[in-house]
């Protein structure tokens, strides 16, 4: 999917919320445990119910990982069925990968080719010959994580080096990159106020925004110091959506959740 692509959807749907499948066995509805495949079951009915209301969704790998064979089993069904039925869909990788040369290759080619996300997120700690691999790939996206939503953020993204936070010498370096145009960021709602000096540095890239809901994020001050001329936002929910009941009803409510956020993008896009 190319960026223009993905901005289309935004305006077209009003929304520009992805959707978080960290899919947990004991966390949904007790009644799947008996599918045959419950992972599965559990993502296909989600998807079905909220992706008028996405632009993307974001599994998690470790969540299947997690589940050895089975899990991968999962995951593949999981995008196919996103590829398939919703082709319009922007699908994130968030897998975390990085390492050098060959071996980024072959992430991406995982990633990229055989299960054809959309994109992947990419640790930047061993730099340029790690991330430049998966920048090869034509009309795929490739998250560098700059500045997250945890609090261990702290312990190495805000210090100062030579005169300058780490994050930022990430995302001006970053650029230097061949085929930087596919580059997106992964900036964690929980540091809005951050925002103003990374949009100085990337104006026009667009970010993964995760933390807004269950981590304490809060959206307006995020699109008030995030937004850019194409809206340049993802903004992930994942156990706010996906998990906001446990019964039957867990799509449905999932979907409301779902268009409680869809609804406060539209009115941001509007007044935009």
């Given at each position: 999917m190319t960026t223009q692509e993905l901005v289309q959807q935004?305006?077209?749907k009003k929304s520009f919320l992805c959707i978080g499948?960290?899919?947990?066995?004991?966390?949904?509805?007790?009644?799947?445990?008996?599918?045959?495949?419950?992972?599965?079951?559990?993502?296909?009915?989600?998807?079905?119910?909220?992706?008028?209301?996405?632009?993307?969704?974001?599994?998690?790998?470790a969540f299947y990982e997690a589940y050895g064979v089975k899990g991968w089993k999962?995951?593949?069904?999981?995008?196919?069925?996103?590829?398939?039925?919703y082709p319009e869909l922007f699908t994130?990788?968030?897998?975390?990968?990085?390492?050098?040369?060959?071996?980024?290759?072959?992430?991406?080619?995982?990633?990229?080719?055989d299960l054809a996300f959309d994109s992947i997120t990419i640790a930047p700690y061993m730099g340029k010959d790690s991330v430049e691999p998966f920048l090869a790939f034509k009309n795929k996206h490739t998250i560098l994580l700059a500045l997250t939503s945890n609090?261990?953020?702290?312990?190495?993204?805000?210090?100062?080096?030579?005169?300058?936070?780490?994050?930022?010498h990430v995302l001006e370096v970053?650029?230097?990159?061949?085929?930087?145009e596919n580059l997106m960021?992964?900036?964690?709602?929980?540091k809005a106020?951050?925002?103003?000096?990374?949009?100085?540095?990337?104006?026009?890239?667009?970010?993964?925004?995760?933390?807004?809901?269950?981590?304490?994020?809060?959206?307006?001050?995020?699109?008030?110091?995030?937004l850019n001329h194409q809206v340049g936002l993802l903004i992930n929910s994942s156990r706010g959506i996906i998990y906001a009941s446990d019964g039957l009803d867990y799509a449905e409510v999932a979907a409301k959740k779902a268009l409680e956020l869809q609804e406060t993008m539209e009115k941001i896009l509007n007044s935009k």
């Open positions: 935004i305006y077209k499948l960290d899919v947990d066995l004991t966390k949904i509805p007790k009644h799947l445990l008996d599918k045959e495949d419950p992972i599965f079951e559990f993502n296909k009915a989600i998807i079905d119910a909220t992706h008028h209301l996405a632009v993307g969704y974001k599994p998690n790998i999962s995951l593949e069904k999981t995008i196919q069925y996103i590829n398939i039925n994130i990788a968030d897998a975390k990968r990085g390492d050098i040369g060959n071996t980024s290759t072959m992430y991406a080619k995982a990633f990229f080719e609090q261990g953020a702290f312990d190495f993204q805000t210090k100062n080096v030579e005169g300058k936070e780490l994050y930022k970053s650029k230097s990159y061949k085929n930087s960021y992964v900036v964690g709602a929980t106020e951050y925002l103003s000096d990374i949009r100085k540095i990337i104006p026009d890239s667009f970010l993964l925004v995760p933390g807004v809901g269950a981590q304490g994020g809060n959206l307006d001050d995020v699109c008030k110091y995030g």
